[in-house]
């Protein structure tokens, strides 16, 4: 149950995006189709959960044993830099319509902060392997949740008629507010 909570936690309720505000870039720049919305959450799917497991391991049994968990931050960078080249070089070469789509966002992965930040909370929460994997999965599938849902919204935002003054991103940040608000009140659930 503890793990079912945590995944539940960490998809919806503590939502990467709507609850802490990271990863917004591709959110906002991403999500205007949802054909990329796709390819970029599961581009994000796969990133954050081989950077964190990788993360985790480099952690407990390199920079732990060696007394050296004060590198975490600068190793966990150069990781998640060096897994994001190799998905970057992977997507090239096995979908070219997808990495024409993604275009600037898929590098931006490296700089994404939501990469960076699960990979952190899984050693500042103390997690085991199994947690980390379930977290490693709840975050980012969370993070493509909302990407295809705000894509959707946006879709529909884009055939119907915005005042000029709302049109682009001013209307899309006011439906992220107000998904935000409304995932908020999921809060006591768990």
Known sequence: MNLFTLFISAMLINNIILSKFLGMCPFMGVST????????????????????????????????????????????????AAFVQFVEMFIKKTSPALYKQLGIYLPLITTNCAVLYVAMDNITQEYN???????????PAGFMLMLCIFATMRERLNANDVPK??????????????????????????
């Not at 480099?58 to 050296?68: D, I, K, Q, S, W």
């Not at 392997?129 to 975050?139: D, F, G, H, R, Y």
Request: glycine letters at 8%.
């Open 129 to 139: 392997l199994i947690e980390t994997i379930v977290n490693s999965i709840a975050v």
């Open 33 to 80: 189709k949802m054909d990329s919305a796709v390819g970029m959450g599961l581009a994000v799917i796969f990133v954050i959960f081989g950077a964190s497991i990788l993360s985790w391991l480099l952690y407990y049994f390199v920079l732990v044993p060696l007394g050296l968990e004060y590198m975490e931050l600068i190793c966990f960078i150069l990781l998640i």
């Open 165 to 190: 003054a709302f049109q682009g991103n001013p209307i899309a940040f006011v439906v992220a507010a107000i998904m935000a608000i409304a995932f908020s009140s999921l809060a006591g659930l768990v």
